[in-house]
């Protein structure tokens, strides 16, 4: 299965993410966690990407896709991945597009999560993430909305959007998302 899944952040996409991994047993690709990576270990990726992150801004596209198209080429791609983070862009997704249509590996499903902008900011506001501080916090949710939603339309266009409403338990939630994967 190739799964993208979009969401603003606190959404709840880590805590589903590890659930889709745990029954469907995709690769699981967070640009998040790569990069948080790349930042502790002080790679020259991990201090530039750290500038963007700590401000609540993504990251160049052109880091990013470097990123992801490099991690795409790995033999453990081959059975499926859930990419969780990435696209963020319409850049990103193009790009994507290209890589996944060059291996003939087409996507199967991008799940989006949806949250309202109130309960985003209580969960996130509770997490205490080094990148959740409050203005940061604002900086992302303003550009979920403004860069990556138009994600939403670029994937509801090809027919590959599937939308599920984050509000609830974690395992209402999951439920709703394990609906659709049964049948992939
Ligand atoms: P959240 O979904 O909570 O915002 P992530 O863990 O997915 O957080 O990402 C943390 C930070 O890493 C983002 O705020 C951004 O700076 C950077 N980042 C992650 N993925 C991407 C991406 N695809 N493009 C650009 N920047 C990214």
Not at 17 to 22: D, G, L, M, Q
Not at 66 to 85: A, M, P, T, V, Y
């Amino acid at each position: 299965m190739r799964i993208v899944f979009v969401g603003p952040p606190g959404a709840g996409k880590g805590t589903q993410a590890e659930n889709i991994i745990k029954k469907y047993k995709p690769v699981h690709l967070s640009t998040g966690d790569m990069l948080r990576a790349a930042r502790d270990a002080k790679t020259p990726v991990g201090v530039e990407a750290d500038k963007y992150m700590s401000a609540g801004q993504l990251v160049p596209d052109e880091v990013i896709i470097g990123i992801i198209s490099e991690r795409l080429k790995r033999d453990d791609c081959k059975n499926g991945f859930l990419l969780d983070g990435f696209p963020r862009t319409i850049a990103q997704a193009e790009a994507l597009d290209k890589m996944l249509s060059a291996a003939n590996t087409p996507l199967d499903v991008v799940l989006e999560l949806k949250v309202h902008d109130d309960e985003l900011r209580k969960r996130l506001a509770g997490r205490g993430r080094k990148d959740d501080k409050p203005e940061a916090v604002e900086e992302r949710i303003k550009g979920y909305h403004s860069i990556t939603s138009p994600l939403l339309d670029y994937y509801g266009k090809k027919e590959l959007l599937e939308t599920f409403d984050g509000i609830g338990t974690t395992a209402d939630v999951f439920a709703r998302i394990e609906k659709v994967l049964e049948k992939f």
